[in-house]
């Protein structure tokens, strides 16, 4: 079975305690169920040898069963904390083009959805461990009793399992149907999410999509769940009929056809009715563990396609260069081989060189290729031509993690943590108060024990505390995707004519993307990209600036 497999991998030594846990309250279990019937057939029932034997095997029984079940739970909980790890490191180990090309939708159903219906199924492990060993301590017992009654409600038994899988197999189909439904139901989840204010300003657009997408999806999620839901029933219902036809052939039949004792056969319907219980359990479990195969499966999927780790995370002991220089040299990236995104796209070949202490403005109208260069730059996409150099050296898989702890961004589409994540903020408090003043920020938000108080605030102020972060990075490279986009005056003065000659004279290298050309005499380049490509300085319309063309314009080729 995939789930136990699964358990199995975490860890041999609780396998073997738990199977030996299992057994001994299995067979407890039947000799339990023998004194029992011992004691109800017999006229010694105050014997001190069967009061003392029921005392012994009921209490080996309640603490053999107690064990197994501690090392079940340890086992299956340590097994999924241990998946969410690998799947987050896998995730983050991969490359960013391939996160991109699976989609956000279908990445969080894995993390959300699949993780969450594989630890239901992992969590009722232990129940059916104990169903199953009731069970087979009863057929241990009933064996002994009589092995021709016992031939003939096997065979009934085999019969049984035959049909229940025919109806079993439909039900899974219907399942991983549904399975594949949440992707798309997730996807809808996140168009409502995202686009909330546009949907709320039109009615027509909200209300095809609600009938379009979201009653299509939620409609075929309901057909393949009904259909798995009635083919569970069917099979319970045929269970259901299969053990009253048991204990009517017991009752009635095998006095007859077998010749067994009455004493025999009281064992046999004791036995079936202690065993309804435990029976109706492992019945009621398999569509969770069915729904459990699936999203195992799901998740394994994913992890295959997410490939092997693109590199390591970095080596203790690896020092940041304090000053860089960056060359591209032929350096491309095309959108062809990346889904949902506008095909045919390329950027490059890109020949261009970067250096510490300098600030350089990037600009260039929509669609040119300016997220794409930062995607680049920063080693989040890897160029499918030419290369990039690190300080003379090649960046490869081998060190590409290392060359992007080079670099402190604020994304155009940024995600401000709300807590600080490895910049040691509790000793660098000084240090936080004098940017959130600097920011105008200081009124609005403190940080406590390593988190901003609060993050509940408008996009451009979120943008500062985004930019507060990059800061106490620290790196040798800043790059800032249109920060300024969204500030009030008063902060865009301040961000280009304080802070990045502030980071300039710390030796830093500053990228800016961004339109507002009345700065661009605060840098020491300006890059215009246009279809991809860097154009010549002497093509662009420096008309509405104010700089100094002689020492503002450069393209540096290598």
């Given at each position: 079975m995939?789930?136990?497999?699964?358990?199995s991998?975490?860890s041999?030594?609780l396998i073997?305690?738990i199977?030996?846990?299992?057994?001994?309250?299995?067979?407890?279990?039947?000799?339990?169920?023998?004194?029992?019937?011992?004691?109800?057939?017999?006229?010694?029932?105050?014997?001190i040898w069967?009061?003392?034997t029921?005392?012994?095997?009921a209490?080996?029984?309640?603490?053999?069963?107690y064990?197994?079940?501690?090392?079940?739970?340890?086992?299956?909980?340590?097994?999924i904390?241990?998946?969410?790890?690998?799947?987050?490191?896998?995730?983050?180990?991969a490359?960013?083009?391939?996160?991109?090309?699976?989609?956000q939708?279908?990445?969080?159903?894995?993390l959300?959805?699949?993780?969450?219906?594989?630890?239901?199924?992992?969590?009722s492990v232990?129940?059916l461990?104990?169903?199953l060993?009731v069970?087979?301590?009863c057929?241990v017992?009933l064996?002994?009793l009589?092995?021709?009654?016992f031939?003939?409600?096997?065979?009934?038994?085999?019969?049984g399992?035959?049909?229940?899988?025919?109806l079993?197999?439909r039900?899974?189909?219907?399942?991983?149907?549904?399975?594949?439904?949440?992707?798309?139901l997730?996807?809808?989840?996140?168009?409502?999410?995202?686009?909330?204010?546009?949907?709320?300003?039109h009615?027509?657009?909200r209300?095809?999509?609600?009938?379009s997408?979201v009653?299509q999806?939620?409609?075929?999620l309901r057909?393949q769940?009904v259909?798995?839901s009635r083919?569970?029933?069917?099979?319970d219902?045929w269970?259901?009929?299969?053990?009253?036809s048991?204990?009517?052939?017991?009752?009635?039949?095998?006095?007859?056809?077998?010749g067994?004792?009455?004493?025999?056969?009281?064992g046999?319907?004791?036995a079936?009715l202690?065993?309804?219980?435990?029976?109706?359990?492992l019945?009621?479990s398999?569509?969770?563990f069915a729904r459990?195969r699936?999203?195992?499966?799901?998740?394994?999927?994913?992890?295959?396609?997410?490939?092997?780790a693109e590199?390591?995370?970095?080596?203790?002991?690896?020092v940041?260069?304090?000053?860089?220089?960056i060359q591209?040299?032929g350096?491309?990236?095309t959108?062809?081989?990346?889904?949902?995104?506008?095909?045919?796209?390329?950027?490059?070949?890109l020949?261009?060189?970067?250096e510490s202490?300098?600030?350089i403005?990037?600009?260039?109208?929509?669609?040119s290729?300016?997220?794409?260069l930062v995607?680049?730059l920063?080693g989040?996409?890897?160029?499918?031509?030419?290369r990039?150099?690190?300080n003379?050296?090649?960046?490869d898989?081998s060190?590409?993690?290392?060359?992007?702890e080079?670099?402190?961004?604020?994304?155009?589409?940024?995600?401000?943590?709300?807590?600080?994540?490895?910049l040691?903020?509790?000793?660098?408090?000084d240090e936080?108060s004098?940017y959130?003043?600097?920011?105008?920020?200081?009124?609005?938000?403190?940080?406590?024990?390593?988190?901003?108080?609060?993050i509940?605030?408008?996009?451009g102020?979120?943008r500062?505390?985004?930019?507060?972060?990059?800061?106490m990075?620290?790196?040798?490279?800043?790059?800032f995707?249109?920060?300024?986009?969204?500030?009030?005056?008063?902060?865009?003065?301040?961000?280009?004519?304080?802070l990045?000659p502030?980071?300039?004279?710390?030796?830093k290298?500053?990228?800016?993307?961004?339109?507002?050309?009345?700065y661009?005499s605060?840098?020491?380049?300006v890059?215009?990209?246009?279809?991809?490509?860097?154009?010549?300085p002497?093509?662009?319309d420096?008309?509405?600036?104010?700089?100094?063309?002689?020492?503002?314009?450069?393209v540096?080729?290598?």
């Open positions: 995939d789930l136990l497999g699964f358990l991998r975490a041999r030594g073997g305690g199977i030996l846990a299992g057994l001994l309250s299995g067979g407890l279990g039947a000799a339990l169920i023998a004194v029992i019937h011992r004691a109800l057939v017999t006229n010694d029932r105050d014997a069967l009061i003392s029921f005392l012994l095997v209490v080996g029984k309640v603490s053999s069963h064990a197994s079940q501690v090392m079940l739970v340890r086992l299956s909980q340590d097994s904390l241990s998946l969410c790890r690998g799947i987050c490191g896998k995730v983050l180990a490359r960013f083009q391939k996160l991109e090309s699976l989609g939708a279908r990445i969080l159903a894995t959300t959805e699949d993780v969450v219906t594989l630890s239901a199924a992992v969590q232990p129940a461990a104990t169903n060993t069970v087979a301590g057929a017992y064996l002994w009589s092995w021709q009654v031939f003939v409600c096997f065979v009934m038994a085999l019969l399992i035959a049909a229940y899988r025919v079993l197999a039900a899974h189909a219907a399942i991983e149907a549904a399975r594949e439904g949440r992707d798309r997730f996807g809808d989840f996140r168009i409502l999410v995202d686009g909330v204010k546009e949907l709320k300003l009615r027509a657009r209300e095809e999509f609600i009938r997408e009653d999806t939620t409609g075929f057909m769940n259909a798995a083919q569970y029933l069917l099979a219902a269970t259901q009929i299969l053990f009253y048991l204990v009517g052939m017991l009752l009635f039949a095998a006095p007859v056809l077998s067994a004792s009455s004493e025999t056969l009281t046999y319907v004791f079936a202690y065993m309804m219980t435990p029976v109706w359990s019945i009621g398999v569509p969770i459990g699936v999203a195992l499966a799901k998740i394994r999927t994913l992890d295959g396609e997410l490939g092997d590199e390591t995370f970095g080596k203790d002991g690896v940041v260069a304090d000053r860089v220089t591209f040299e350096a491309s990236f959108y062809s081989s990346v889904v949902n995104e506008e095909d045919g796209f390329k950027l490059g070949p020949n261009l060189k970067l202490g300098e600030v403005f990037v600009t260039g109208g929509n669609g290729g300016k997220s794409t995607k680049l920063t989040l996409y890897t160029p499918q031509a030419g990039i150099l690190l003379d050296a090649l960046v898989d060190n590409r993690s290392f060359y992007r080079h670099f402190s961004v604020v994304f155009a589409d940024f995600y401000l943590f709300k807590r600080l994540f490895g040691e903020a509790s000793r660098r408090g936080i004098a959130l003043e600097s920011l105008g920020m200081d009124h609005k938000v403190r940080v406590e024990r390593d988190q901003f108080s609060t509940a605030l408008s996009s102020q979120r500062r505390l985004a930019l507060l972060t990059a800061y990075e620290d790196r040798p490279i800043y790059v995707d249109e920060w300024a986009a969204d500030q009030d005056p008063s902060y865009k003065e301040v961000f280009y004519t304080r990045l502030e980071l300039k004279a710390r030796g290298c500053v990228i800016v993307v961004t339109h507002d050309d009345r661009f605060r840098g020491d380049r890059l215009r990209l246009e279809g991809g490509q860097l154009i010549e002497g093509d662009i420096l008309s509405s600036s104010v700089w100094a063309p002689a020492d503002a314009i450069a540096s080729g290598v």
